[in-house]
């Protein structure tokens, strides 16, 4: 079955401890990119790879890192969390290669973090 | 600078009652627009996308959406809405371009039964 797997659903912790959420889809899809959805703010985007070792700024990076060694993952890192960044995560990959007919995201299930 | 504004942020109607949810964007280069949909407890998914051709597209679940260049504006519409559309509605532009996607900030829609 075709799907973008996140770990974890839930996470709590507490300020400053590093912590990594990992995503992978099994489409071979070239482009992925990481969202935080916030009430009355909708959807923003992270980050987002082309490709593999490809990695550029969406609208609001500051306080995460990401990392794509392989197609397939695209774990999102933050280094030293604040409470700011409690949000729920999505991590999304799409089959457009950049041709708009064919484009279409496709979205894990969501990452509830919570930083005390 | 690109933009995407869904004005209604809370809907609430009746079972049989029409639907139809406000979007405009800001954008300079060719559009691309979608509309996704979060059910409460899942993930979001494609509900209808526009790139080209017939301003009319028709997605899943009877949903259709009317791209008018002069307005800027998507509209995402259903003349009768079910309990099971309960959702969060989200508005999107994407650039060929740069790969970027912006998305509006929702339209959480609530269907009394």
């Known amino acids: 079955e075709a799907q973008v797997t996140q770990n974890p659903r839930y996470l709590i912790t507490v300020t400053g401890k590093k912590l990594t959420v990992t995503c992978s889809q099994n489409m071979n899809h070239e482009y992925m990119s990481w969202y935080r959805q916030d009430p009355g703010l909708g959807l923003r985007q992270i980050y987002y790879?082309?490709?593999?070792?490809?990695?550029d700024k969406g609208d609001v990076p500051e306080g995460y890192k990401v990392s794509r060694k392989e197609k397939r993952n695209f774990p999102l890192i933050l280094e030293s969390p604040s409470p700011n960044q409690t949000s729920l995560y999505f991590c999304?990959?799409?089959?457009?290669?950049?041709?708009?007919?064919?484009?279409?995201?496709?979205f894990g299930s969501g990452t509830q973090l919570s930083v005390l | 600078a690109q933009s995407v504004s869904q004005h209604n942020h809370h809907v609430i109607l009746s079972e049989a009652a029409s639907l139809e949810l406000g979007c405009n964007y800001s954008y300079g280069g060719t559009v691309n627009l979608f509309w996704y949909v979060q059910y409460p407890g899942q993930h979001l998914q494609l509900l209808l996308k526009?790139?080209?051709?017939?301003?009319l597209v028709k997605g899943i679940k009877g949903f259709e959406a009317e791209f008018i260049k002069s307005k800027f504006s998507f509209n995402l519409r259903k003349p009768s809405v079910q309990w099971s559309d309960t959702a969060e509605y989200f508005c999107?532009?994407?650039?060929?371009?740069?790969?970027?996607?912006?998305f509006g900030t929702g339209t959480r829609l609530k269907v009394l039964a």
């Open positions: 999304a990959s799409s089959s457009g290669q950049g041709r708009a007919t064919n484009e279409k995201l496709f």
């Open positions: 790879s082309m490709n593999v070792e490809v990695t």
């Open positions: 526009y790139f080209s051709g017939d301003p």
């Open positions: 999107a532009v994407f650039s060929s371009g740069t790969y970027k996607y912006i």
